[in-house]
């Protein structure tokens, strides 16, 4: 079992950052791989970023390519998303996934964080 707890998100404006984190409990985090969803209002959870067990492979969706960059930190179970250059079509409730798999689907992932929000404005 792996529970995750999202923290970072925040109002801030067009061309701005964040970063959130997500915290892993459990012992055994170093061997899942971890991605990054959201969902905007009305819409579905979409795949933003994944990273490895190892943190040697990345993946994100081509709409952050550039902006966004997922990491990990295993000693402290903690995946990270920086978010530069913010777009108000980021605004989202964004949620942390652990998976035995590296994977940009949806169910390729066996637990979810509660998610936090970020609002982009313009």
């Known amino acids: 079992q792996v529970q995750l707890v999202e923290s970072g998100g925040g109002l801030v404006q067009a061309g701005g950052s964040l970063r959130l984190s997500c915290a892993a409990s459990?012992?055994?985090?170093?061997?899942?791989?971890m991605g990054w969803f959201r969902q905007a209002p009305g819409k579905e959870r979409d795949f933003v970023a994944a990273?490895?067990?190892?943190?040697?492979?990345?993946a994100y969706t081509d709409s952050v390519k550039g902006r966004f960059t997922i990491s990990r930190d295993n000693a402290k179970a903690t995946v990270y998303l920086q978010m530069n250059s913010l777009k108000p079509e980021d605004t989202a409730v964004y949620y942390c996934?652990?998976?035995?798999?590296?994977?940009?689907?949806?169910?390729?992932?066996?637990?979810w964080g509660q998610g936090t929000q970020v609002t982009v404005s313009s």
């Open positions: 996934a652990a998976g035995r798999s590296y994977s940009n689907l949806y169910n390729g992932y066996d637990y």
């Open positions: 459990g012992r055994t985090f170093s061997s899942y791989a």
């Open positions: 990273i490895s067990w190892s943190g040697g492979r990345t």
